[in-house]
């Protein structure tokens, strides 16, 4: 696939700048086999998706944006192809060889460069978590009723085989009636980035700050809480919980230990925890029901039976019909699907869904639901109660 040349071009501008545009709403575009996109956000996740997008066939990779300086340039020397480099986002969408963007901003920035992408008449793959509070979480939907685009939110999850085969199980009665999910994503580590100079601390530690982060709950718990919600069907009706800046006195306002415990129908708790501190085990997801158990880390899974099992079961456990499945007790049984890794998978999906004008899995409503869980975390935090599901939310995603 031949790339497009682009001159490098410099301007300064605020990412979080907000401006009105002229492209109409309703603009569509014409069914092609290659979209052309923009990755608006270069820090470790926005530059680490550079290689992936180089690798999938109808994705083209034509312009970044940040606004540091450095971090523009360590992008565009990932980028295999001429690509053009941009301080103001707007540019991007101002770019009309552009189809669609990719949003990879701190947090707090999201819904605003996502709802000026949308009047650009941009798709849009948006990352975790959709939106900061259920303002802007509210705002956002209202925009993106009043078009015709594509948006996928970034809970990649939900474009993983295995993760797919695993909820199809479950659908199907594989661990019985649920009866809880534990969840925990733990690391040993300050989870602080390094600073070239001190006046960017808050440009590259965000995660650190209330006014841009969710902190733990919306970089890392948000991934979980989707999955409980896309299994279950459901959102939470309460969320309770606690955490604090315990370990690591640095200056930070997010805290450095989080522990969560959600309600939702038919008294199914789901339980959420993540560390700094302690490493053991670090991403796990355990479903749990009357007649077993599924365990997911990244990109495996397992079986945990119930009971007494027959070694030489006929099933179809790891996805193959008819194979005798071996196991040592205590250990599980594997889970086996051929599969892409999720974030790979999801950006291929992404391309797929605008090319066949084909509402992607993870939306803006499911990442919606997801965001105000977060922020129902956040609140029961903070402020030390317990916060429900309100009546209004509902009104939030309805499509």
């Not at 926005?46 to 992008?75: H, M, T, Y």
Request: proline share 3%.
């Amino acid at each position: 696939m031949k790339r497009r040349s682009f001159v490098q071009k410099a301007g300064m501008g605020a990412i979080g700048a907000i401006t009105a545009f002229s492209t109409s709403n309703s603009m569509l575009f014409s069914k092609k086999q290659v979209v052309n996109i923009g990755i608006i956000g270069t820090g470790n996740r926005g530059s680490g998706l550079i290689p992936i997008i180089e690798k999938i066939p109808n994705l083209n990779l034509v312009a970044c944006c940040d606004i540091l300086p450095f971090r523009l340039d360590q992008a565009l020397s990932r980028a295999s192809g001429k690509v053009k480099g941009y301080s103001d986002y707007r540019k991007i969408l101002d770019n009309q060889d552009i189809d669609a963007v990719l949003v990879s901003t701190p947090f707090s920035t999201h819904a605003d460069i996502e709802m000026d992408a949308l009047s650009a008449g941009k798709h849009i793959y948006g990352e975790k978590t959709t939106a900061k509070g259920y303002g802007d979480i509210a705002k956002l939907n209202q925009s993106m009723k009043k078009t015709d685009l594509i948006f996928q939110t970034g809970h990649q999850y939900h474009s993983s085989r295995l993760y797919t085969h695993v909820v199809n199980l479950i659908r199907d009665g594989k661990v019985g009636n649920i009866t809880a999910f534990e969840c925990q994503w733990n690391r040993h580590g300050s989870w602080r980035r390094p600073v070239p100079d001190k006046k960017f601390e808050k440009e590259i530690n965000w995660r650190m700050y209330r006014e841009f982060s969710g902190g733990l709950v919306a970089e890392l718990c948000s991934h979980q809480i989707d999955f409980v919600n896309w299994v279950l069907d459901a959102v939470p009706q309460q969320v309770m919980g606690a955490g604090g800046i315990n370990y690591w006195k640095d200056g930070r306002e997010t805290y450095d230990n989080i522990h969560l415990i959600y309600t939702y129908p038919d008294g199914i708790k789901a339980k959420f925890t993540c560390l700094t501190t302690n490493a053991l085990d670090n991403y796990q997801i355990k479903v749990l029901g009357d007649k077993g158990t599924i365990i997911l880390d990244y990109e495996h899974a397992w079986f945990y039976p119930e009971g007494s099992y027959d070694q030489k079961k006929i099933g179809e456990v790891d996805g193959v019909s008819g194979a005798t499945i071996q196991w040592e007790k205590g250990k599980g049984i594997p889970i086996e699907v051929n599969h892409t890794h999720s974030s790979e998978q999801a950006l291929i999906d992404f391309a797929n869904s605008v090319i066949d004008n084909k509402k992607p899995k993870s939306n803006l409503v499911t990442g919606s639901k997801t965001a105000i869980a977060v922020q129902m975390a956040l609140d029961a935090m903070y402020q030390n109660k317990i916060v429900f599901w309100e009546k209004e939310f509902s009104n939030i995603t309805d499509e």
